[in-house]
């Protein structure tokens, strides 16, 4: 069974970083893509960056370009959203989520779904202060 393990969350002030850390278990996922959401309270969930497990494609939403990466380590399982410069309106549980569906390029809205992946972790809370 897929599992979805996020970690890393805290209260930081606006301007510092975070690095977010989702572990995978339960198979391979080696044509897989992994992404990261996040969801503000009494907003919907929205996409903020996705991986492809084999290879480097990356997709972002405009909102964290430049400012936030995404990356995968194979040999420990993991996907990490690295995040930089963050703002307030960063703040929200942020969730990781995979999918086996393979529909083109990782930048294809798509991948920006939330319908597009069968799997999604519990959430860490990301708090930016003002």
């Known amino acids: 069974q897929v599992q979805l393990v996020e970690s890393g969350g805290?209260?930081?002030q606006a301007g510092g970083s975070l690095r977010l850390s989702c572990a995978a278990s339960g198979r391979t996922f080696t044509h897989y893509t992994m992404g990261?959401?996040?969801?503000?309270?009494g907003k919907e969930r929205e996409f903020v960056a996705a991986i492809r497990w084999s290879g480097s494609?990356?997709?972002?939403?405009d909102s964290v370009k430049g400012r936030f990466t995404i990356s995968r380590d194979h040999a420990q399982n993991t996907v990490y959203l690295q995040m930089n410069s963050l703002k307030?309106?960063?703040?929200?549980v942020y969730h990781c989520a995979a999918t086996g569906s393979l529909q083109g390029s990782v930048g294809r809205s798509y991948y920006s779904q939330t319908g597009t992946y069968d799997y999604w972790g519990q959430g860490t809370q990301v708090t930016v202060s003002s």
């Open 57 to 61: 494609s990356t997709s972002y939403a």
């Open 36 to 41: 990261w959401f996040r969801q503000a309270p």
């Open 10 to 12: 805290g209260l930081v």
């Open 88 to 92: 307030p309106e960063d703040t929200a």
